[in-house]
């Protein structure tokens, strides 16, 4: 019983009083500083439970599967996705990463892989033309540069262009070794991550997110039938703001903008600011109950 | 009939797994296009190098660093049809104008990279700093920090000598700028601290504070009045009143109910009290033996929600009944959720559904398929900007407040019902606040004199 519920208590109150004394103090001082660490361990705690999450799904999706339930397919598909994201965002990093060159000893490297571009001043992505390369080590021209037969470690390639009349310069690191294990591990990871989730969730993301067009519709044909009379204040007011937010609308009256702007600063707006304050209120309280353990439902039980 | 629903079953199946390798496959295709040789990404990249001001540079030595935007793009490739932003570090060299004769490369000597032992001190008003408490250091070329004599200190006000800095007056609050002069090969160099000059407390938040502890206060009174046998009115609220009535409708049609708490995590005081809320409908659906269907967003929210519901299976007699399975998280991504909360909807078919909590855009995409498959639905938030997306689509709606009120309205308790009333005079307290302003703003239209009073009572409650 001490450990289920009253040490809880225990702790939510000192750490709920703690907060509040915190947001109470000026920067600097060590209570504000404390207070700033107790928000990053909320998200470590977060960060560990996620694990249990993880867990959760792998386990009640594994169990789909093993009981030959008629959703396994989609249960596999879901685990593989997981682990296949985890996989590549752990090794390979979950932001795109710096490019990598790799050139083998007395073999040449063609410098056209690496064809450099900038943006000019429309912020366009234009080809940079390259008058020359130059390299510390190994022979260089135009198109190929060639390490030395015995050569292991970095290369510093310079390619020189005029920019403005004004000759620069680019550093570009080669790194030079017998094409190995490791490297190709590191290229294959490399990125996946990145490219998963712009490839993959963003447009599943941006897909769910187009259902609310639809949805809209739907839900407003629904609620504006004129069943009562509130039902008709609604449509006639909902009419009207969407006449003033469309050209349409001001095409037909222009007066329609200014009824509809009226409508959405003062008449929504007070009903806005009630509906903010009172939820506000409700929430201080229902904070309150919490910190002076009034509240324990949330342990479990009453 | 069999045979071709488990063709099309199939069919289905064959199409995911072959969809699934299609778009997985190229991700990884290109690493086997590179030659022995080169082994680069395969997708369009671009790089951006940022490094020195060209002028700076030019300044500093002829073969100086400067800043340029500069990218790599790589070769087309048979499986190139991604795009990539990479940044790798690169540098760009500036040359002299031709007609300027450079003159001989110095020695490169690099300058000390001193790094100071604080960059922001804090001091209240009146208090002098000892600024023997900061002290330089800079890497030595073994790599250990080695103390930089600091040859004297200025600031931007006040008054400053080696040893001890005094703001320019007591009553002086902002920020001052320190310079931590020192010798770097005969050059007098400067490090730059900064002072904050503060109170210990924000004293713009002061009126926060105070109308916190009268809230507080109204609310303990409250609880007192209400242990003691006083007993209020608390005046009806459709949407909590039909969660009864909608556990019963599952139960008659054998259908499960699915209650969500929306998208925040247990920190957010909306996802604590749907979690009120919650003990409530599992402790019905546990005497009803109706199944009850937690899918939850947050993994903290998934085990908090696991341990209310059990307890409240327990309370209700019935511990046999309670699924764990049933409670499950499923992914912290907003509309990763709500696609897998519309698989649940469209496959178990809820009765009745409870969307109480915080939640943004996907209110209506819950509603709306909640619906379509003609469960009773029975919402609630705090989010403004949600709550006509629920009050269109759902059968109740709680507004606001409401949601809060909730488990005093369930309960009936002594101490929720205290709260409620606490709350209440607040709210009349607030509405009084807001009257006076109106008050005063509209007498101070018609009467520009009073404006002055109008301010003092508006900076009583401005806050930062």
């Known amino acids: 019983m001490f450990l289920r519920k009253t040490l809880p208590l225990i702790i939510c109150f000192l750490c709920g009083v703690f907060a509040i004394v915190g947001f109470f103090s000026a920067e600097g001082t060590s209570i504000n500083t404390y207070y700033e660490k107790l928000a990053k361990w909320n998200s470590i705690i977060a960060a560990f439970a996620m694990l249990l999450g993880i867990g959760n799904l792998i386990r009640v999706n594994f169990i789909k599967i093993t009981r030959n339930h008629q959703d396994k397919l989609f249960c596999a598909i879901l685990i593989a996705s997981l682990l296949i994201t985890a996989f590549f965002g752990i090794l390979g990093g979950v932001m795109p990463t710096k490019p990598v060159f790799y050139a083998t000893p007395g073999k040449t490297f063609d410098l056209a892989s690496i064809p450099i571009i900038t943006k000019n001043s429309d912020r366009q992505i234009v080809p940079v033309k390259i008058d020359s390369w130059t390299a510390e080590t190994g022979s260089v021209n135009l198109t190929t540069f060639t390490p030395p037969a015995d050569f292991k470690g970095d290369v510093n390639l310079v390619a020189n262009y005029t920019n403005e009349g004004k000759t620069k310069h680019i550093n570009i690191k080669v790194k030079v070794h017998e094409p190995g294990f490791k490297e190709a591990a590191s290229n294959f990871v490399l990125n996946k991550c990145a490219y998963i989730f712009e490839y993959f969730i963003k447009p599943l993301q941006s897909t769910m997110f187009s259902l609310l067009a639809f949805f809209v519709a739907s839900a407003a044909f629904r609620a504006f039938r004129a069943k009562s009379f509130e039902a008709t204040i609604l449509l006639v007011t909902a009419f009207i703001v969407m006449l003033g937010r469309v050209p349409i609308g001001t095409s037909i009256w222009p007066g329609f903008a200014g009824i509809s702007e009226w409508i959405l600063s003062t008449v929504n707006m007070a009903g806005s600011r009630a509906i903010t304050l009172g939820a506000a209120v409700g929430a201080t309280a229902a904070a309150l109950k919490i910190i002076l353990g009034l509240e324990t439902r949330y342990l479990g039980g009453e | 009939m069999l045979f071709q629903i488990k063709l099309k079953s199939f069919s289905l199946r064959f199409l ?72 790798i570090s690169g540098q760009i060299k500036a040359e002299a104008p031709a007609a300027v004769p450079e003159a001989p490369a110095a020695p490169a000597q690099k300058p000390m990279k001193v790094s100071a032992s604080k960059r922001s001190v804090y001091i209240t008003p009146g208090q002098t700093f000892d600024l023997s408490a900061i002290t330089l250091s800079a890497k030595s070329a073994e790599g250990k920090d080695e103390p930089v004599k600091i040859e004297s200190w200025s600031a931007d006000t006040g008054s400053v000598n080696l040893n001890v800095y005094t703001p320019p007056s007591a009553s002086f609050a902002g920020t001052v700028t320190l310079l931590a002069n020192y010798n770097d090969a005969g050059e007098t160099k400067s490090f730059e601290i900064e002072m904050k000059v503060r109170t210990v407390y924000i004293s713009e938040r002061i009126i926060v504070l105070v109308i916190a502890l009268i809230l507080g ?30 556990i019963g409708r599952s139960t008659e049609m054998g259908k499960p109910v699915l209650y969500l708490t929306g998208l925040s995590d247990v920190s957010s005081i909306a996802t604590i009290a749907s979690i009120s809320i919650l003990s409530y409908v599992a402790r019905k659906t546990a005497e009803y033996e109706t199944s009850l269907l937690v899918p939850c967003c947050r993994s903290l929210v998934m085990n908090t929600a696991r341990e209310v519901v059990k307890e409240s299976y327990l309370e209700a007699g019935k511990p046999d009944a309670y699924n764990a399975e049933n409670i499950k998280y499923i992914t912290d991504d907003q509309f990763g959720f709500v696609s897998g909360v519309d698989g649940i909807m469209l496959r178990e ?46 059968d109740y709606c709680l507004i606001g407040e409401e949601l809060f009120a909730a488990s005093a309205y369930l309960s009936r308790k002594p101490k929720d019902v205290g709260t409620l009333r606490g709350q209440d005079i607040a709210k009349l307290v607030i509405m009084a606040i807001v009257i006076i302003g109106v008050v005063l703003e509209t007498v101070a239209a018609v009467n520009p004199g009073l404006s002055s009073s109008l301010g003092m009572y508006k900076s009583l409650f401005q806050t930062k």
Not at chain 2, 365 to 390: C, K, L, R, V, W
């Open chain 2, 16 to 87: 995911v797994f072959f969809l699934t390798i299609v778009f997985c496959l190229p991700a990884f295709f290109p690493l086997y296009a590179q030659t022995a040789e080169v082994i680069a990404p395969a997708q369009t990249v671009e790089v951006s190098v940022a490094l020195q001001t060209a002028e700076t540079a030019v300044q500093e030595a002829p073969a100086a660093v400067q800043t340029a935007e500069i990218a790599v793009k790589e070769a087309p490739s048979a499986a190139q049809t991604s795009e990539a932003k990479i940044e």
């Open chain 2, 217 to 246: 206060l109204i609310i303990v009174i409250s609880i007192n009045s209400t242990l003691s046998g006083k007993s209020y009115f608390i005046r009806k609220i459709g949407g909590l009143n039909a969660i009864d009535e909608a």
């Open chain 2, 349 to 394: 078919k809820p009765a009745a559904n409870f969307y109480l909590g915080h939640f943004m855009a996907e209110s209506l995409i819950y509603a709306e398929t909640g619906n379509s498959i003609g469960a009773i639905q029975i919402a609630g938030t705090s989010e403004f900007s949600q709550i006509p997306f629920f009050v269109a689509a759902c």
